[in-house]
Structures are given as C-alpha cells and as structure tokens.
C-alpha cells in the first residue's frame, strides 16, 4: 500500500491549496481517510478525516469552515482543500489510512501514511 500526498507549496495568508492523496489500496472504499499536519518540534494533530464512503467527516476544532476534506473512491484519491490559509496553518501534512479503528482523529489507528507535503502560509 502506498500513499502520495501532493499540492502542498507556498500561499500567502487568506489563499487557499488543495492537497490530494493517491492511494495505492485496491479495497480503498473500506479505508477511512485522514489528514494529519506537523510542525517541528511539535506532535502530528489531526486535521480532518473522511470515512470510507464519504459520509461522514471529522475536522478539528481550529480548521472548521476553512477545510473541506473530500474523497473520489472510481479515482482512489482523496483530497483537503484548505481556504482562508492562516500562518498557523503552515505544516507537512500527511496523509493516511485506516481500514479499522475507533477514532478518526487517533493516529496510532491509522494504518498506512504517505510521505508528506509542505504547506508554507506567509503573513
């Protein structure tokens, strides 16, 4: 199983991106999708998650009516589009998977993790 995260870059404060995920998994429905962001020196949060069939969605607290987590299952991919960027939103974010868990937003549930993209917001 592989995941590619992708379209992280540089944005100036108020601009938006859109990251998107490709997913290597052949039963890619069954899997939860998160996103995840990290900064160094601090732990990996959760960002937003979608469930399998794309019913249902998770967002943290801080990202709420900015974010829109979404998923194309005929594609295998899934996607964060991220609006009205702030600073404090400036990360690697990270993709993942989880075929069985019991939270959206507990990444030692995850089972698989792409590699990462850098989202720079400047001021």
């Known amino acids: 199983v592989q995941l590619q995260a992708s379209g992280g870059g540089l944005v100036q404060a108020g601009g938006s991106l859109r990251l998107s995920c490709a997913a290597s998994i052949r039963t890619f429905s069954r899997y939860l999708m998160g996103w995840f962001r990290q900064v160094p020196g601090k732990e990996r949060e959760f960002v937003a998650a979608?469930?399998?069939?794309?019913?249902?969605?998770w967002y943290t607290n801080s990202v709420k009516g900015r974010f829109t987590v979404s998923r194309d299952n005929a594609k295998n991919t899934a996607s964060l589009e991220m609006n009205s960027l702030k600073p404090e939103d400036a990360a690697v974010y990270y993709c993942?998977?989880?075929?069985?868990?019991?939270?959206?937003?507990?990444?030692?549930?995850?089972?698989?993790w792409g590699q990462g993209t850098q989202v720079t917001v400047s001021s």
């Open positions: 979608i469930s399998g069939s794309g019913t249902s969605t």
């Open positions: 993942a998977a989880m075929a069985r868990g019991r939270s959206a937003s507990t990444l030692q549930d995850y089972d698989y």
